[in-house]
Protein backbone atom coordinates (compact mmCIF):
# COMPACT_ATOMS: atom_id res chain seq x y z
CA UNK A 1 0.00 0.00 0.00
CA UNK A 2 2.85 2.40 0.42
CA UNK A 3 4.42 1.55 -2.21
CA UNK A 4 1.61 2.36 -4.40
CA UNK A 5 1.07 5.37 -2.78
CA UNK A 6 4.56 6.65 -3.50
CA UNK A 7 4.61 5.37 -7.09
CA UNK A 8 1.54 7.61 -7.87
CA UNK A 9 2.96 10.87 -6.34
CA UNK A 10 5.95 10.60 -8.38
CA UNK A 11 3.90 9.37 -11.14
CA UNK A 12 2.34 13.06 -10.75
CA UNK A 13 5.78 14.97 -10.16
CA UNK A 14 6.94 15.51 -13.16
CA UNK A 15 4.44 17.82 -14.84
CA UNK A 16 3.64 20.56 -12.32
CA UNK A 17 4.13 18.72 -9.39
CA UNK A 18 3.82 21.01 -5.67
CA UNK A 19 3.33 20.24 -2.77
CA UNK A 20 -0.22 19.24 -1.05
CA UNK A 21 -2.68 21.28 0.03
CA UNK A 22 -2.19 22.79 2.95
CA UNK A 23 -3.80 21.12 6.05
CA UNK A 24 -7.55 21.63 6.20
CA UNK A 25 -7.70 22.75 3.32
CA UNK A 26 -8.80 19.62 1.31
CA UNK A 27 -12.38 20.51 1.41
CA UNK A 28 -12.39 24.40 0.01
CA UNK A 29 -10.07 22.46 -3.01
CA UNK A 30 -12.47 20.49 -3.72
CA UNK A 31 -15.64 22.86 -3.46
CA UNK A 32 -13.11 24.89 -5.77
CA UNK A 33 -12.96 22.26 -8.57
CA UNK A 34 -16.55 21.70 -8.57
CA UNK A 35 -17.86 24.36 -10.50
CA UNK A 36 -15.55 23.79 -13.26
CA UNK A 37 -15.70 20.27 -13.17
CA UNK A 38 -19.78 20.28 -13.20
CA UNK A 39 -19.40 22.72 -16.59
CA UNK A 40 -16.90 20.60 -18.25
CA UNK A 41 -19.12 17.85 -17.51
CA UNK A 42 -22.55 18.73 -18.32
CA UNK A 43 -21.42 20.85 -21.39
CA UNK A 44 -18.41 19.35 -22.85
CA UNK A 45 -18.47 15.48 -21.68
CA UNK A 46 -22.06 14.73 -21.60
CA UNK A 47 -22.65 16.43 -24.85
CA UNK A 48 -20.00 13.92 -26.13
CA UNK A 49 -21.62 10.80 -24.87
CA UNK A 50 -24.94 12.23 -26.81
CA UNK A 51 -23.27 13.06 -29.97
CA UNK A 52 -21.02 9.03 -30.21
CA UNK A 53 -23.97 7.35 -28.86
CA UNK A 54 -26.91 9.17 -30.88
CA UNK A 55 -24.84 9.68 -34.18
CA UNK A 56 -25.66 5.46 -34.07
CA UNK A 57 -29.89 6.01 -34.87
CA UNK A 58 -32.37 7.92 -35.98
CA UNK A 59 -33.00 10.78 -33.53
CA UNK A 60 -35.81 13.30 -33.71
CA UNK A 61 -38.17 14.85 -32.13
CA UNK A 62 -40.05 11.63 -32.50
CA UNK A 63 -37.31 9.91 -30.12
CA UNK A 64 -34.88 7.54 -30.99
CA UNK A 65 -34.13 4.33 -32.90
CA UNK A 66 -30.79 2.57 -32.83
CA UNK A 67 -29.88 2.07 -36.71
CA UNK A 68 -25.76 0.98 -35.82
CA UNK A 69 -23.70 2.80 -38.66
CA UNK A 70 -26.77 4.00 -40.72
CA UNK A 71 -25.64 7.33 -40.90
CA UNK A 72 -22.33 7.06 -41.14
CA UNK A 73 -23.11 4.86 -44.71
CA UNK A 74 -25.69 7.50 -45.86
CA UNK A 75 -23.01 10.28 -44.99
CA UNK A 76 -20.58 8.72 -47.16
CA UNK A 77 -22.66 7.89 -49.99
CA UNK A 78 -24.02 11.65 -50.13
CA UNK A 79 -22.91 13.93 -52.14
CA UNK A 80 -23.53 17.18 -50.66
CA UNK A 81 -21.24 15.59 -47.65
CA UNK A 82 -18.49 15.20 -50.24
CA UNK A 83 -18.99 18.98 -51.52
CA UNK A 84 -18.86 20.64 -47.66
CA UNK A 85 -15.87 18.26 -46.97
CA UNK A 86 -14.18 19.64 -50.52
CA UNK A 87 -15.14 23.16 -50.10
CA UNK A 88 -13.87 22.67 -46.76
CA UNK A 89 -10.67 21.55 -47.48
CA UNK A 90 -10.39 24.71 -49.82
CA UNK A 91 -11.10 27.27 -47.07
CA UNK A 92 -8.65 25.80 -44.90
CA UNK A 93 -6.38 25.19 -47.78
CA UNK A 94 -6.26 28.74 -48.78
CA UNK A 95 -6.02 29.62 -44.92
CA UNK A 96 -3.06 27.68 -44.71
CA UNK A 97 -1.04 28.56 -47.60
CA UNK A 98 -2.09 32.00 -48.24
CA UNK A 99 -3.61 33.39 -45.13
CA UNK A 100 -0.47 32.20 -42.75
CA UNK A 101 2.45 33.26 -45.40
CA UNK A 102 1.11 36.15 -45.55
CA UNK A 103 0.40 36.76 -41.88
CA UNK A 104 4.13 35.28 -41.46
CA UNK A 105 5.69 37.86 -43.59
CA UNK A 106 4.04 40.48 -42.28
CA UNK A 107 5.04 39.91 -39.02
CA UNK A 108 8.96 38.95 -39.46
CA UNK A 109 8.10 42.71 -41.51
CA UNK A 110 6.90 44.69 -38.30
CA UNK A 111 9.21 42.94 -36.15
CA UNK A 112 11.98 44.54 -37.43
CA UNK A 113 10.58 48.02 -36.43
CA UNK A 114 10.19 49.50 -38.85
CA UNK A 115 8.63 53.03 -38.43
CA UNK A 116 5.04 52.64 -37.74
CA UNK A 117 5.21 49.11 -36.82
CA UNK A 118 2.66 49.81 -33.86
CA UNK A 119 0.66 51.45 -36.00
CA UNK A 120 0.49 48.66 -38.35
CA UNK A 121 0.50 45.88 -36.11
CA UNK A 122 -3.04 47.88 -34.19
CA UNK A 123 -4.77 48.46 -37.65
CA UNK A 124 -3.97 44.55 -39.39
CA UNK A 125 -5.56 43.64 -35.72
CA UNK A 126 -9.01 45.32 -35.94
CA UNK A 127 -10.24 42.97 -38.51
CA UNK A 128 -9.81 39.83 -35.70
CA UNK A 129 -12.22 41.11 -33.53
CA UNK A 130 -14.96 41.66 -35.79
CA UNK A 131 -17.57 38.82 -35.61
CA UNK A 132 -18.10 36.93 -38.10
CA UNK A 133 -21.78 38.21 -38.62
CA UNK A 134 -20.43 41.83 -39.06
CA UNK A 135 -17.95 40.54 -41.76
CA UNK A 136 -20.47 38.36 -43.50
CA UNK A 137 -22.49 41.65 -44.09
CA UNK A 138 -19.60 44.21 -44.64
CA UNK A 139 -18.74 41.42 -47.72
CA UNK A 140 -22.18 40.84 -48.56
CA UNK A 141 -22.23 44.53 -49.55
CA UNK A 142 -18.81 44.39 -50.75
CA UNK A 143 -19.82 41.86 -53.41
CA UNK A 144 -23.18 43.33 -54.01
CA UNK A 145 -23.35 43.11 -58.47
CA UNK A 146 -25.42 45.99 -58.21
CA UNK A 147 -23.85 48.95 -55.63
CA UNK A 148 -21.18 46.76 -54.21
CA UNK A 149 -17.48 48.33 -54.02
CA UNK A 150 -15.93 45.69 -56.06
CA UNK A 151 -17.90 46.26 -58.74
CA UNK A 152 -17.55 50.38 -58.60
CA UNK A 153 -14.17 49.65 -58.42
CA UNK A 154 -13.77 47.45 -61.55
CA UNK A 155 -15.80 49.72 -63.47
CA UNK A 156 -13.12 52.73 -62.74
CA UNK A 157 -10.93 50.44 -64.97
CA UNK A 158 -13.51 49.41 -67.27
CA UNK A 159 -14.12 46.06 -65.92
CA UNK A 160 -17.55 45.83 -64.62
CA UNK A 161 -19.73 43.56 -66.48
CA UNK A 162 -22.27 43.58 -62.77
CA UNK A 163 -21.00 40.24 -61.73
CA UNK A 164 -23.12 38.21 -58.61
CA UNK A 165 -19.69 37.36 -57.56
CA UNK A 166 -21.52 35.49 -54.54
CA UNK A 167 -24.41 33.85 -56.07
CA UNK A 168 -23.02 32.92 -59.25
CA UNK A 169 -22.07 29.41 -59.34
CA UNK A 170 -18.40 29.97 -60.85
CA UNK A 171 -16.77 32.60 -58.21
CA UNK A 172 -19.49 31.96 -55.41
CA UNK A 173 -16.51 29.98 -53.68
CA UNK A 174 -13.83 32.01 -54.47
CA UNK A 175 -15.49 34.98 -53.18
CA UNK A 176 -16.29 33.14 -49.46
CA UNK A 177 -13.19 32.55 -49.27
CA UNK A 178 -11.48 35.99 -49.62
CA UNK A 179 -13.65 37.29 -47.17
CA UNK A 180 -11.44 35.92 -43.80
CA UNK A 181 -8.08 35.62 -46.06
CA UNK A 182 -6.94 39.46 -44.75
CA UNK A 183 -7.19 38.44 -40.99
CA UNK A 184 -3.91 38.80 -40.16
CA UNK A 185 -4.09 39.86 -36.71
CA UNK A 186 -3.60 37.01 -34.78
CA UNK A 187 -0.48 35.45 -36.47
CA UNK A 188 1.05 38.60 -36.88
CA UNK A 189 1.16 39.22 -32.92
CA UNK A 190 2.05 35.29 -32.41
CA UNK A 191 4.96 36.13 -34.71
CA UNK A 192 6.28 38.95 -33.49
CA UNK A 193 6.00 37.60 -29.92
CA UNK A 194 8.21 34.61 -31.03
CA UNK A 195 10.84 36.87 -33.06
CA UNK A 196 10.96 39.11 -29.69
CA UNK A 197 12.50 36.16 -27.41
CA UNK A 198 15.50 35.34 -30.30
CA UNK A 199 18.41 36.52 -28.81
CA UNK A 200 19.94 39.02 -31.11
CA UNK A 201 23.63 37.71 -31.36
CA UNK A 202 22.45 35.45 -33.86
CA UNK A 203 21.57 37.86 -35.78
CA UNK A 204 24.76 39.99 -35.36
CA UNK A 205 27.00 36.83 -35.76
CA UNK A 206 25.37 36.56 -39.12
CA UNK A 207 25.90 39.84 -40.29
CA UNK A 208 29.20 39.45 -39.29
CA UNK A 209 29.84 36.58 -41.61
CA UNK A 210 28.00 38.37 -44.38
CA UNK A 211 24.52 36.98 -44.51
CA UNK A 212 22.15 39.34 -46.45
CA UNK A 213 19.06 40.81 -44.59
CA UNK A 214 17.00 38.66 -46.93
CA UNK A 215 19.03 35.64 -45.87
CA UNK A 216 18.76 36.18 -42.43
CA UNK A 217 15.69 35.91 -42.59
CA UNK A 218 14.98 32.55 -43.95
CA UNK A 219 18.46 31.12 -42.24
CA UNK A 220 17.57 32.08 -38.64
CA UNK A 221 13.95 33.65 -37.84
CA UNK A 222 11.73 31.55 -40.55
CA UNK A 223 13.55 27.88 -38.62
CA UNK A 224 13.09 29.49 -35.14
CA UNK A 225 9.60 30.43 -36.25
CA UNK A 226 8.63 26.59 -36.70
CA UNK A 227 7.04 26.22 -33.77
CA UNK A 228 4.78 29.16 -33.46
CA UNK A 229 3.81 28.41 -37.38
CA UNK A 230 2.97 25.35 -35.82
CA UNK A 231 0.62 26.45 -33.75
CA UNK A 232 -0.59 28.98 -36.15
CA UNK A 233 -1.08 26.25 -38.68
CA UNK A 234 -3.23 24.19 -36.16
CA UNK A 235 -5.44 26.63 -35.29
CA UNK A 236 -5.99 27.94 -38.70
CA UNK A 237 -6.96 24.37 -39.38
CA UNK A 238 -9.45 24.55 -36.42
CA UNK A 239 -10.76 27.75 -37.36
CA UNK A 240 -11.52 26.78 -40.70
CA UNK A 241 -13.08 23.22 -39.99
CA UNK A 242 -15.34 25.27 -37.55
CA UNK A 243 -15.98 27.87 -40.50
CA UNK A 244 -20.15 28.69 -39.94
CA UNK A 245 -20.83 32.40 -39.56
CA UNK A 246 -19.46 33.87 -42.65
CA UNK A 247 -20.78 31.00 -45.40
CA UNK A 248 -24.45 30.99 -43.02
CA UNK A 249 -25.04 34.70 -42.96
CA UNK A 250 -23.55 35.02 -46.90
CA UNK A 251 -25.01 32.50 -48.68
CA UNK A 252 -26.55 29.55 -46.58
CA UNK A 253 -24.11 27.54 -48.36
CA UNK A 254 -25.16 28.09 -52.01
CA UNK A 255 -25.80 28.75 -54.54
CA UNK A 256 -26.23 25.06 -55.54
CA UNK A 257 -23.65 23.94 -52.41
CA UNK A 258 -21.09 25.26 -54.06
CA UNK A 259 -19.78 27.41 -50.76
CA UNK A 260 -21.22 24.38 -48.18
CA UNK A 261 -18.85 23.99 -45.26
CA UNK A 262 -19.33 21.22 -43.06
CA UNK A 263 -20.46 23.05 -40.18
CA UNK A 264 -23.33 24.30 -42.18
CA UNK A 265 -23.84 21.14 -43.75
CA UNK A 266 -24.34 19.32 -39.95
CA UNK A 267 -26.63 22.70 -39.26
CA UNK A 268 -29.00 21.96 -42.03
CA UNK A 269 -29.39 18.13 -40.87
CA UNK A 270 -30.23 19.36 -37.65
CA UNK A 271 -32.35 22.09 -39.10
CA UNK A 272 -34.02 19.29 -40.60
CA UNK A 273 -34.81 17.75 -37.38
CA UNK A 274 -32.29 14.86 -38.75
CA UNK A 275 -30.37 15.19 -35.46
CA UNK A 276 -28.93 11.71 -35.76
CA UNK A 277 -27.24 12.22 -38.92
CA UNK A 278 -26.57 15.21 -38.25
CA UNK A 279 -24.61 14.22 -34.92
CA UNK A 280 -22.89 11.60 -37.44
CA UNK A 281 -21.45 14.61 -39.42
CA UNK A 282 -20.17 15.55 -35.96
CA UNK A 283 -18.27 12.98 -34.96
CA UNK A 284 -16.83 13.41 -38.46
CA UNK A 285 -15.76 16.92 -37.47
CA UNK A 286 -14.85 15.85 -33.73
CA UNK A 287 -12.38 13.56 -35.15
CA UNK A 288 -10.99 15.47 -37.62
CA UNK A 289 -10.04 18.13 -35.18
CA UNK A 290 -8.89 15.89 -32.72
CA UNK A 291 -6.15 14.40 -35.83
CA UNK A 292 -5.62 17.60 -36.94
CA UNK A 293 -3.88 18.07 -33.62
CA UNK A 294 -1.96 14.83 -33.32
CA UNK A 295 -0.71 15.23 -36.87
CA UNK A 296 0.08 18.80 -36.71
CA UNK A 297 1.69 18.85 -33.37
CA UNK A 298 3.94 16.01 -34.62
CA UNK A 299 4.51 17.20 -38.30
CA UNK A 300 5.41 20.85 -36.59
CA UNK A 301 6.97 19.00 -33.50
CA UNK A 302 5.31 21.63 -31.57
CA UNK A 303 6.85 21.68 -28.24
CA UNK A 304 10.34 20.64 -28.73
CA UNK A 305 12.84 23.55 -28.18
CA UNK A 306 15.01 24.80 -31.13
CA UNK A 307 16.88 26.75 -28.60
CA UNK B 1 20.33 53.09 -51.87
CA UNK B 2 19.14 49.40 -50.61
CA UNK B 3 18.02 50.08 -47.71
CA UNK B 4 15.99 53.33 -49.11
CA UNK B 5 14.30 50.32 -51.48
CA UNK B 6 13.57 47.73 -48.98
CA UNK B 7 12.00 50.29 -46.86
CA UNK B 8 10.29 51.16 -49.12
CA UNK B 9 9.14 46.79 -50.49
CA UNK B 10 8.38 46.70 -46.71
CA UNK B 11 5.50 49.80 -46.89
CA UNK B 12 4.45 48.70 -50.34
CA UNK B 13 3.27 45.32 -48.70
CA UNK B 14 2.27 47.13 -45.66
CA UNK B 15 -0.17 49.11 -47.54
CA UNK B 16 -1.67 46.61 -49.85
CA UNK B 17 -2.14 44.06 -46.85
CA UNK B 18 -3.72 46.60 -44.88
CA UNK B 19 -6.24 47.83 -47.94
CA UNK B 20 -7.20 44.61 -48.71
CA UNK B 21 -7.69 43.99 -44.68
CA UNK B 22 -9.57 46.83 -44.08
CA UNK B 23 -10.31 48.65 -47.34
CA UNK B 24 -14.35 46.91 -47.52
CA UNK B 25 -14.81 47.44 -43.69
CA UNK B 26 -14.00 51.22 -44.06
CA UNK B 27 -16.41 51.89 -47.21
CA UNK B 28 -18.99 50.06 -45.38
CA UNK B 29 -18.53 52.03 -42.18
CA UNK B 30 -18.54 55.22 -44.60
CA UNK B 31 -21.56 54.24 -46.22
CA UNK B 32 -23.37 53.74 -42.29
CA UNK B 33 -23.27 57.54 -42.84
CA UNK B 34 -25.28 57.34 -46.25
CA UNK B 35 -28.98 57.92 -47.04
CA UNK B 36 -29.72 54.32 -48.67
CA UNK B 37 -30.53 55.61 -51.74
CA UNK B 38 -26.82 57.19 -51.96
CA UNK B 39 -25.46 53.44 -51.20
CA UNK B 40 -27.63 51.77 -53.32
CA UNK B 41 -26.65 54.53 -56.56
CA UNK B 42 -23.12 52.81 -55.90
CA UNK B 43 -20.93 55.53 -56.77
CA UNK B 44 -18.77 58.23 -54.02
CA UNK B 45 -16.92 56.56 -51.65
CA UNK B 46 -17.24 59.38 -48.91
CA UNK B 47 -21.52 59.87 -47.44
CA UNK B 48 -22.42 63.35 -49.29
CA UNK B 49 -24.71 64.39 -47.90
CA UNK B 50 -24.11 63.18 -44.20
CA UNK B 51 -26.74 61.71 -42.22
CA UNK B 52 -27.91 59.30 -39.66
CA UNK B 53 -30.53 57.80 -40.61
CA UNK B 54 -29.41 54.53 -40.80
CA UNK B 55 -28.61 54.36 -36.86
CA UNK B 56 -32.46 56.24 -36.44
CA UNK B 57 -33.50 53.04 -38.06
CA UNK B 58 -32.08 50.31 -37.11
CA UNK B 59 -32.17 51.85 -33.07
CA UNK B 60 -36.00 52.99 -33.95
CA UNK B 61 -37.21 50.94 -36.13
CA UNK B 62 -35.21 47.65 -35.44
CA UNK B 63 -34.89 47.97 -31.82
CA UNK B 64 -30.62 47.12 -32.34
CA UNK B 65 -30.73 48.58 -28.17
CA UNK B 66 -32.85 45.69 -27.46
CA UNK B 67 -30.32 43.10 -28.62
CA UNK B 68 -26.91 45.02 -27.58
CA UNK B 69 -28.49 45.12 -23.68
CA UNK B 70 -29.43 41.63 -24.51
CA UNK B 71 -25.60 40.84 -25.85
CA UNK B 72 -24.14 43.02 -22.83
CA UNK B 73 -26.06 40.62 -20.32
CA UNK B 74 -24.55 37.54 -21.94
CA UNK B 75 -21.12 38.89 -22.61
CA UNK B 76 -20.96 40.42 -18.85
CA UNK B 77 -22.89 37.51 -17.07
CA UNK B 78 -20.64 34.79 -18.90
CA UNK B 79 -17.27 36.61 -18.83
CA UNK B 80 -17.99 36.79 -14.57
CA UNK B 81 -18.92 33.37 -14.57
CA UNK B 82 -15.67 31.95 -16.14
CA UNK B 83 -13.57 34.31 -15.00
CA UNK B 84 -14.85 32.82 -11.64
CA UNK B 85 -15.14 29.25 -12.26
CA UNK B 86 -11.59 29.05 -14.29
CA UNK B 87 -9.91 31.02 -11.12
CA UNK B 88 -11.40 29.10 -8.20
CA UNK B 89 -10.55 25.79 -10.40
CA UNK B 90 -7.05 26.93 -11.83
CA UNK B 91 -5.58 28.05 -8.36
CA UNK B 92 -5.55 24.81 -6.74
CA UNK B 93 -4.64 23.37 -9.56
CA UNK B 94 -1.66 25.47 -10.42
CA UNK B 95 -0.24 25.16 -6.90
CA UNK B 96 -0.74 21.77 -4.98
CA UNK B 97 -0.79 18.15 -6.22
CA UNK B 98 -3.55 16.12 -5.17
CA UNK B 99 -5.01 12.49 -6.06
CA UNK B 100 -6.51 13.00 -10.05
CA UNK B 101 -5.19 16.57 -10.30
CA UNK B 102 -3.58 15.69 -13.98
CA UNK B 103 -6.62 13.80 -14.96
CA UNK B 104 -8.51 17.19 -14.72
CA UNK B 105 -6.44 19.26 -15.54
CA UNK B 106 -6.14 17.31 -18.67
CA UNK B 107 -9.70 16.98 -18.98
CA UNK B 108 -10.07 20.89 -19.18
CA UNK B 109 -7.46 20.99 -21.47
CA UNK B 110 -9.10 18.61 -24.09
CA UNK B 111 -12.45 20.27 -23.72
CA UNK B 112 -10.19 23.51 -25.19
CA UNK B 113 -9.44 21.07 -28.05
CA UNK B 114 -12.85 19.72 -28.72
CA UNK B 115 -14.46 21.84 -32.29
CA UNK B 116 -17.67 22.36 -29.81
CA UNK B 117 -19.25 23.22 -33.11
CA UNK B 118 -19.19 19.34 -33.50
CA UNK B 119 -21.41 19.27 -30.31
CA UNK B 120 -24.64 21.76 -31.70
CA UNK B 121 -27.35 18.98 -31.10
CA UNK B 122 -25.61 17.49 -27.95
CA UNK B 123 -25.66 21.11 -26.77
CA UNK B 124 -29.55 21.86 -27.96
CA UNK B 125 -30.25 18.50 -26.41
CA UNK B 126 -28.35 19.31 -22.64
CA UNK B 127 -30.05 22.69 -22.66
CA UNK B 128 -33.14 21.53 -23.13
CA UNK B 129 -33.49 19.01 -20.81
CA UNK B 130 -31.74 21.52 -18.34
CA UNK B 131 -34.59 23.79 -19.04
CA UNK B 132 -31.93 26.39 -19.95
CA UNK B 133 -32.91 26.97 -23.55
CA UNK B 134 -34.04 29.99 -24.51
CA UNK B 135 -33.52 31.13 -21.11
CA UNK B 136 -31.36 34.58 -21.03
CA UNK B 137 -30.03 32.95 -17.55
CA UNK B 138 -29.38 29.46 -19.91
CA UNK B 139 -27.33 31.32 -22.21
CA UNK B 140 -24.73 32.98 -19.75
CA UNK B 141 -24.42 29.97 -17.93
CA UNK B 142 -23.55 28.39 -21.51
CA UNK B 143 -21.31 31.03 -22.06
CA UNK B 144 -19.72 30.41 -18.64
CA UNK B 145 -19.07 26.73 -19.74
CA UNK B 146 -17.85 27.58 -23.08
CA UNK B 147 -15.28 29.98 -22.07
CA UNK B 148 -14.39 28.22 -18.63
CA UNK B 149 -11.29 25.67 -20.30
CA UNK B 150 -9.96 29.17 -21.80
CA UNK B 151 -9.78 30.67 -19.35
CA UNK B 152 -8.87 27.63 -17.12
CA UNK B 153 -5.71 27.41 -19.12
CA UNK B 154 -4.62 31.07 -19.50
CA UNK B 155 -4.73 31.50 -15.57
CA UNK B 156 -3.09 28.23 -15.03
CA UNK B 157 -0.48 28.59 -16.93
CA UNK B 158 0.24 32.30 -15.27
CA UNK B 159 -0.51 31.27 -11.74
CA UNK B 160 1.63 28.61 -12.55
CA UNK B 161 4.41 31.00 -12.65
CA UNK B 162 3.58 32.81 -9.78
CA UNK B 163 6.36 32.53 -6.86
CA UNK B 164 4.13 30.83 -3.70
CA UNK B 165 5.82 32.54 -0.96
CA UNK B 166 3.19 35.47 -0.03
CA UNK B 167 0.59 32.56 0.24
CA UNK B 168 3.15 30.19 1.60
CA UNK B 169 3.34 32.97 4.62
CA UNK B 170 -0.44 33.77 4.67
CA UNK B 171 -0.54 29.75 5.73
CA UNK B 172 1.85 30.25 8.19
CA UNK B 173 -0.10 33.45 9.60
CA UNK B 174 -2.72 31.04 9.88
CA UNK B 175 -5.27 32.74 6.54
CA UNK B 176 -8.23 30.12 5.77
CA UNK B 177 -8.05 28.90 1.81
CA UNK B 178 -10.20 31.37 0.94
CA UNK B 179 -9.19 33.97 2.50
CA UNK B 180 -5.76 34.12 0.60
CA UNK B 181 -7.29 33.22 -2.70
CA UNK B 182 -9.29 36.47 -2.48
CA UNK B 183 -6.33 38.97 -0.85
CA UNK B 184 -3.50 36.91 -2.16
CA UNK B 185 -3.98 35.32 -5.52
CA UNK B 186 -6.73 37.64 -6.76
CA UNK B 187 -4.79 41.08 -6.51
CA UNK B 188 -1.58 38.77 -8.20
CA UNK B 189 -3.50 37.30 -10.81
CA UNK B 190 -4.86 40.73 -12.27
CA UNK B 191 -2.86 41.11 -15.20
CA UNK B 192 -4.24 37.41 -15.82
CA UNK B 193 -8.02 38.14 -15.34
CA UNK B 194 -8.04 41.06 -16.90
CA UNK B 195 -6.63 40.01 -20.03
CA UNK B 196 -8.50 36.84 -19.95
CA UNK B 197 -11.72 39.47 -19.25
CA UNK B 198 -11.20 41.06 -22.39
CA UNK B 199 -11.11 38.03 -24.72
CA UNK B 200 -13.78 36.14 -23.19
CA UNK B 201 -16.05 39.38 -23.32
CA UNK B 202 -15.21 40.08 -26.73
CA UNK B 203 -15.73 36.61 -27.85
CA UNK B 204 -18.96 36.03 -26.26
CA UNK B 205 -20.19 39.18 -27.78
CA UNK B 206 -19.62 37.65 -31.70
CA UNK B 207 -20.43 35.01 -31.10
CA UNK B 208 -22.86 33.39 -33.26
CA UNK B 209 -23.28 30.05 -33.54
CA UNK B 210 -25.09 28.97 -30.39
CA UNK B 211 -26.97 31.99 -30.26
CA UNK B 212 -28.62 30.88 -33.19
CA UNK B 213 -28.91 27.59 -31.74
CA UNK B 214 -29.76 28.37 -28.41
CA UNK B 215 -32.03 30.65 -28.57
CA UNK B 216 -35.57 30.86 -30.66
CA UNK B 217 -38.17 34.14 -29.39
CA UNK B 218 -36.77 37.16 -30.89
CA UNK B 219 -36.46 38.84 -27.51
CA UNK B 220 -33.69 37.07 -26.02
CA UNK B 221 -31.81 37.22 -29.48
CA UNK B 222 -28.39 38.96 -29.30
CA UNK B 223 -27.02 41.90 -31.68
CA UNK B 224 -24.98 39.11 -34.16
CA UNK B 225 -28.41 37.39 -34.75
CA UNK B 226 -29.99 40.93 -35.27
CA UNK B 227 -27.65 41.72 -37.76
CA UNK B 228 -27.77 38.67 -39.52
CA UNK B 229 -31.64 38.79 -39.85
CA UNK B 230 -31.90 42.05 -41.24
CA UNK B 231 -29.92 40.96 -44.00
CA UNK B 232 -32.00 38.03 -44.63
CA UNK B 233 -35.52 39.83 -43.76
CA UNK B 234 -37.41 40.72 -46.57
CA UNK B 235 -37.77 44.39 -46.01
CA UNK B 236 -33.94 44.51 -46.16
CA UNK B 237 -33.00 47.89 -45.68
CA UNK B 238 -28.88 48.49 -46.60
CA UNK B 239 -29.20 51.89 -44.92
CA UNK B 240 -29.74 50.56 -41.63
CA UNK B 241 -28.24 46.86 -41.73
CA UNK B 242 -24.61 48.41 -42.20
CA UNK B 243 -25.25 51.35 -39.21
CA UNK B 244 -26.49 48.51 -37.49
CA UNK B 245 -23.24 45.91 -38.31
CA UNK B 246 -20.90 49.29 -37.56
CA UNK B 247 -22.46 49.63 -34.22
CA UNK B 248 -22.13 46.19 -33.46
CA UNK B 249 -18.46 46.16 -34.48
CA UNK B 250 -17.15 49.13 -33.09
CA UNK B 251 -17.48 47.47 -29.93
CA UNK B 252 -14.81 45.27 -29.51
CA UNK B 253 -12.77 47.26 -31.73
CA UNK B 254 -12.86 49.92 -29.14
CA UNK B 255 -12.64 47.82 -26.64
CA UNK B 256 -9.62 46.16 -28.89
CA UNK B 257 -7.98 49.92 -29.00
CA UNK B 258 -8.27 50.79 -25.42
CA UNK B 259 -7.02 47.34 -23.91
CA UNK B 260 -4.80 46.16 -26.55
CA UNK B 261 -1.84 45.37 -24.33
CA UNK B 262 -3.84 42.91 -22.58
CA UNK B 263 -5.34 41.31 -25.56
CA UNK B 264 -2.03 40.93 -27.11
CA UNK B 265 -0.26 39.19 -24.08
CA UNK B 266 -3.17 37.09 -23.35
CA UNK B 267 -3.32 35.57 -26.98
CA UNK B 268 0.19 35.10 -26.54
CA UNK B 269 -0.09 33.07 -23.47
CA UNK B 270 -3.14 31.66 -24.03
CA UNK B 271 -1.55 29.63 -27.68
CA UNK B 272 1.82 29.53 -26.85
CA UNK B 273 1.53 27.81 -23.12
Known amino acids: MPARRWRRRRASVPRGGGPRPPRGSGWPVAVSIVPGLLLVGTFFLVPLGVLAYTALGDWGALGFRFLGLDNFEAMFADDTFWKAARNTVIYSAAGVFIQVPLGVVVGIILAQHVPGWKAFRT ?28 NSTLDVVGLNRGHDWLFSIDTALYAVTATSLFILGFIIVLVMAEIASIPRELYEAAEMDGASPLQRQLRITLP ?33 DETVSLVVYTYRAYINGAWGYANAVGIFIVIVGLLLIVGVRRLFRIGERTL | MRRVFGGLGYYGVLVVVTLLALGPTLWVMAS ?60 PMARYDFRGR ?35 YGMVIFYTALFFPLS ?9 SLPPELEEAAVVDGAGYFTIVRRIVVPLARPALA ?77 TK
Open chain 1, 123 to 150: ILFIPFVISGAAYALIFSVFYNARYGLL
Open chain 1, 224 to 256: LLRNVIGTIVLLTLLGYLALFDVVFILTEGGPN
Open chain 2, 32 to 91: SLKTTGQILSGGSLLPQPFTLEGYTTAFKEAELGRYLVNTLVYAIGGTLGALVTALLAAY
Open chain 2, 102 to 136: NTLVATFSLALAIPVVGLATPEFFVMRELGLFDRQ
Open chain 2, 152 to 160: FVILRAFLV
Open chain 2, 195 to 271: TVAVIVFVGIWNEFFFANLLMASSENQNAQMAIASFRTQFTFDVGATVAAATVVMLVPIGLFLVLQRQVIAGLTAGT
